[in-house]
Nanobody
Framework: QVQLVESGGGLVQPGESLRLSCATAGFLFVISPMGWYRQAPGKQRELVAQITSGSVTNYADAVKGRFTISRDNAKKTLYLQMNSLKPEDTAVYYC?????????WGQGTQVTVSS
């Protein structure tokens, strides 16, 4: 059974940082590409960062230069370091396996950027 458990969100002011974590179980994390998605109120879920099994990364233009995705294969955990946060980064953040997404998503972690 696949498990995706996101954590690390919170309420921060613009310009501050957060580090998200996604603990995984139930699949071969080490060979899986992984990604961070976010969904803001009233908007579709979007992919913001992805990392291959070989740690090659790619970012959406909106977060490029501010967010860094990484992985720890020994801990089967995915990370997202978010710096210089903006109000438009406010969303629920999820992890999953692009492009063959797992049907079951985690509960997500809320990130709110507000002064």
């Amino acid at each position: 059974q696949v498990q995706l458990v996101e954590s690390g969100g919170g309420l921060v002011q613009p310009g501050e940082s957060l580090r998200l974590s996604c603990a995984t179980a139930g699949f071969l994390f080490v060979i899986s590409p992984m990604g961070w998605y976010r969904q803001a109120p009233g908007k579709q879920r979007e992919l913001v960062a992805q990392i291959t099994s070989g740690s090659v990364t790619n970012y959406a233009d909106a977060v490029k230069g501010r967010f860094t995705i990484s992985r720890d294969n020994a801990k089967k955990t995915l990370y997202l370091q978010m710096n210089s946060l903006k109000p438009e980064d406010t969303a629920v953040y999820y992890c999953n396996r692009p492009p063959r997404l797992f049907d079951s998503w985690g509960q997500g972690t809320q990130v709110t950027v507000s002064s």
